[in-house]
């Protein structure tokens, strides 16, 4: 299967190279990149980065992001984790940390590239965090992500407090319906 990654993209957007400090003695180290956007003047924000795993290591770094995938996946209840774990493993899907300045991960999501009829989508397949409101301005990372892989949209789907947390030009497109039986 064709990859729908661009691997230039992914090296300009600092996808590839080593990886910020380590949390335990065992777990692998993740380099602190520098902010993307520097117009964040909240010290708050200023702390936090996207890093994406390169696929070749993501199986390194998933148990360090499996809480906060498997929470969001839980949470929702549409699809399993086993799988989306797969899909990372696999390079299927990539891995995202949230990463305070001292190196700490607070959040990890998982995004992966669809075609659709009309045009190729970037789909957040999992997002958590500790603290999704010092997370939220992350997300523009992604999306300068989906934009520079030729996205037409980033799209996801969650909890309805989704609504209330993402920026106003996200917009709702369906719903899911469910009876319980």
Not at 12 to 24: D, K, R, W, Y
Request: proline share 4%; with cysteine.
């Amino acid at each position: 299967m064709k990859s729908l990654y661009s691997a230039p993209l992914l090296v300009e957007l600092g996808v590839i190279g080593s990886v910020i400090s380590s949390q335990s003695s065992s777990a692998p180290a993740i380099e602190k990149l520098p902010s993307r956007d520097s117009s964040y003047t909240s010290a708050i924000l200023a702390k936090m980065n996207l890093v994406c795993v390169p696929p070749a290591r993501a199986g390194e770094f998933l148990p360090l992001a499996a809480r906060f995938i498997d929470r969001a996946m839980d949470r929702v209840g549409l699809s399993d984790a086993t799988g989306v774990h797969d899909d990372v493993r696999a390079g299927a899907a990539l891995l995202w940390l949230a990463v305070g300045d001292d190196g700490r991960i607070v959040g990890a999501g998982v995004t992966r590239l669809m075609l659709s009829r009309a045009a190729k989508i970037c789909f957040i397949v999992a997002w958590g965090a500790d603290e999704h409101a010092r997370c939220a301005h992350l997300l523009t990372t992604i999306e300068d992500f989906a934009r520079a892989e030729g996205c037409a949209a980033v799209r996801l789907e969650g909890r309805p407090g989704w609504v209330r947390v993402l920026p106003h030009d996200y917009r709702t497109k369906a719903v899911i319906l469910e009876k319980v039986l």
